[in-house]
């Protein structure tokens, strides 16, 4: 512990005199999770799951005058999540380097690529998932970005490995992802909208890890994307969601759309009834041809409530239909999300 | 030399710093700032507020802006209970060293979906905190004018939020 402590201020040590600062502070805090599920479907048994729980460490190093580095990383404790699955909620640890307002940050490490809505919605610990399992194949990599904010736009750029986090890389072959967005604050409500381009090698599932957690990507397939995303808040009402086509496999991602193109939409509303209770619903499509033969979708409505006075507390319930290459499924699931 | 301090959060974002630094402070940098209360300063912000601090309220963050190297203020964010859910205020206040007292420079609402959405906005309600500072009562129907009809409570929880603020800042960073 003392040889720790004595390295970890060894290290700051270094780094600050490094960067030419003579006082340097680290301020670190740490959030406690866990996800608590019962569900209950036409193809799965009623069932009790810890589907995780997690510490979130975030540490801040600031000189008298600025933020130097910030450093998150996320730890899986204990859960029935499992595999890829897994991998596409839990190894979040990235530290981030902002170079001031104004300027460019650069983060390091294994983070959610920021693809459509899942650059800034925080789809982790939400009954409700966006279809990336099946677009993209993953949500968080192993790579470097650069984001910030130019005047009302905000831009991302992602490169990365393609694999899922805590896993060496495979090839040479990386995937890059950019995205602009926009936002409009108006009297009448706050308007967000995105634009994404991805490319690059990624897994690609035949069955949906999150049905299937012992689904294994069926191959690794170079897949473009362009995407759209939106987060519109109105007064009692918020929809956020996007859509997003591009070709799995060939070199030519615009020539090969009407052969191989997917087509990926989400939509997802919410309706405040009190401060502690909304209304959800949702409705997510996965296609993998333009015809639609094949098609995954998913649709049902939900409920969000927070405990009044602890805000920690959310209990989420949602039945959802789903469609999966033509048969259909029910179920009930409710969520209880604890975060200290 | 190094200082570390560990504490335990839940907080409220700060969305949008390079806006609110430039038009708020016309400042260039902030520095984070995490702070963890003892039960005694605990004691004293409720005593002031009138009001219990949530369970999960441990620590809170602020955020000490900097223009070409000098302290220009202070910006706290805080997640506020309105009607339809949660309110995102920021507020940017500054220390007035002669009067040994922090005053407010500028509130904004980051993110809500209160029915007044746009009066909750906008100067008229927003203007009429600058100035105050943590001794004033921040009474919707006393010293603030709700931002609309029917939207007191909405109007209240904002108010409650930037009394908050001000009143653990002024706790947890006493004026020399």
Redesign the interface.
Known sequence: MLTGSFF??LF??SY?MGIGL??????????KGMFFRIDKGTNSPFSFNLTGSEIIFQS?L??????IM?FDAQLFLWGSMEGWSKGMHYGNIYAIFPF???RFNLKIGQHVVPFGMQAEYDSHGQLFQQPYALNIGERIDIGVSLFG?LGPIDYFYMISNGNEPNMADRDDDKVHTFRLAILS?K????FKFGVSLLRGVLPDFINDPFIDMAAVPDTFIMKTRLGFDWDI??????LRGEASVGPNGGENPFSDLPDRSVFVGYAEARI????DL?LMGMYSRFQPSWSGGGAIYEFGPGLNYTLP????ITLQFALLRRFYRGMKSDRAALLLVV?? | MIWTLIVFNSLCVWRFPDRDLKEIFNADAYETKLVSMTEEQQSDIEKRLGAELDPDETEFKFFLVTRKGEPAGVVSTHLSKGQYGAIEVVVGFVRDADEKTTKIKAVRIQRDREKAHAALRGAKFLDQFIGKTPQDKFQVGDDIKAAAEGAEKSSAAVAFAVKKMMVVYDVLFPAE
Not at chain 1, 22 to 31: H, K, M, Y
Not at chain 1, 62 to 67: A, E, G, K, L, P
Not at chain 1, 309 to 312: C, F, K, N, R
């Open positions: 970890k201020r700051f040590m600050a003579s006082f340097a502070r680290v301020d670190n805090s740490l959030q801040t600031s000189s008298n005058q600025r933020d910030k001031g307002p104004g904010i604050q009297p009448i409500g706050d808040q109105l007064p009692l009402f918020t405040p009834i009190s401060y909304e006075d602890v805000s920690a975060k200290l």
